[in-house]
């Protein structure tokens, strides 16, 4: 039994070596193929910072670098001052706004704040039990009444001028000639629509840290495709969801809508330099609410328009210059034949 083992074994082990003797030469021919496609010297090639792997080599489009402290978030450990304020705004609204926050509400609170300090403080010591023994049984007096009163009102007054002005200036309706981009939140991810454009669609996901960091981008806020806009016109954007409320909003264009299922909202929207710019949903919408970023990139409208025709989408207007240059009948489907007496007789010669 034990030299009938022994021969199995035997056995077992010269099939196993005439089956590596035959996958040898298979292998280094395959060594040899891949090496012939592959030169010695040839080296990885980096891809440049702000560029995705979703361009190509070949495309004429290159996704713009992001500008460190422009249109996006600044960390306290960069700058602990500018981590406590609002974004540097690149819209005529945000510039409007952050004027008002700056130049009027700060000054005003901050005036209020100390005010009522001092007089906290001077409550403490002037009628405190040892300085003031005999309480004064004064009820009323007329003089303070009218001015915290009338000094309330007159604040409120000069706040709600500016205010009412840029609530005004946020709700402006887009002229006829915007460009139309829809933007459509999903469960956890944005979808952007030209239909002035072909129709044009594109579906924007968060990239992950490591690939934001490689391309130069802040970690969770970069995405695979951004919404790409032309800057300098007017935009009409609107809003809507597929599945529950989301917010588009970009704090550096001090843009904030809702993104509401069955719903179409809308606002004009110009921003006034090319640039990148960041921003994320702002509506409680589900578990991965944190993991759907915004970035819209604004260029010069040639390179949109390349842009545009890149995506397969059309530009307004060709459709009608195209139909134009189109031979007579052509355009409406009808073949006209110079020799027909029919064709003669209906369309009379030029």
């Not at 469960?187 to 992950?208: A, C, F, K, R």
């Not at 970069?222 to 809507?240: K, Y």
């Not at 949903?281 to 604004?298: D, F, K, N, Q, T």
Request: hydrophobic share 45%.
């Amino acid at each position: 039994m034990g030299h009938i083992h022994t021969r199995l074994k035997l056995g077992l082990i010269a099939l196993l070596a005439a089956a590596t003797a035959m996958m040898a030469p298979q292998a280094a021919i395959a060594q040899e193929v891949v090496g012939a496609d592959v030169p010695a010297s040839a080296e990885p090639q980096e891809v440049p910072a702000g560029e995705t792997e979703a361009a190509d080599a070949s495309s004429g489009y290159v996704p713009m670098d992001p500008v460190e402290g422009k249109g996006m978030p600044t960390s306290a450990e960069d700058d602990i001052w500018a981590s406590m304020t609002f974004q540097d705004q690149y819209t005529a609204d945000g510039a409007y706004a952050l004027g008002m926050h700056d130049y009027i509400l700060l000054p005003v609170i901050t005036l209020i704040s100390l005010f009522v300090l001092g007089l906290l403080l001077w409550v403490i010591l002037r009628y405190n039990r040892k300085a003031n023994p005999v309480p004064s049984k004064t009820t009323h007096n007329t003089l303070i009444e009218v001015v915290w009163t009338i000094v309330p009102v007159i604040i409120l007054v000069i706040i709600a001028v500016p205010s009412i002005t840029l609530l005004a200036r946020q709700y402006e309706t887009p002229p006829e000639d915007a460009i139309t981009i829809k933007a459509t939140g999903y469960q956890w991810y944005w979808g952007y629509t030209y239909p002035d454009h072909g129709e044009v669609e594109i579906i924007s996901n968060m990239l992950s840290d490591a690939d934001a960091i490689a391309n130069g981008e802040p970690a969770q806020l970069a995405v695979d495709n951004r919404m790409v806009v032309p800057a300098g016109v007017p935009l009409r954007i609107q809003t809507t969801a597929a599945d529950v409320i989301h917010a588009f909003a970009v704090p550096s264009l001090w843009f904030k809508m809702d993104a509401v299922p069955g719903r179409l909202n809308e606002k004009m929207l110009t921003i006034e330099e090319p640039g990148l710019y960041y921003g994320q949903c702002s509506e409680l919408c589900g578990a991965r609410h944190a993991y759907m970023p915004i970035a819209v990139e604004a260029l010069p409208m040639a390179e949109f328009e390349a842009w545009i025709l890149e995506q397969g989408g059309s530009l307004p207007g060709a459709e009608e210059t195209t139909d134009e240059a189109l031979p007579l009948g052509q355009e409406t489907g009808v073949e006209v034949d110079a020799d027909s007496d029919a064709a003669d007789a209906d369309i009379p010669a030029p």
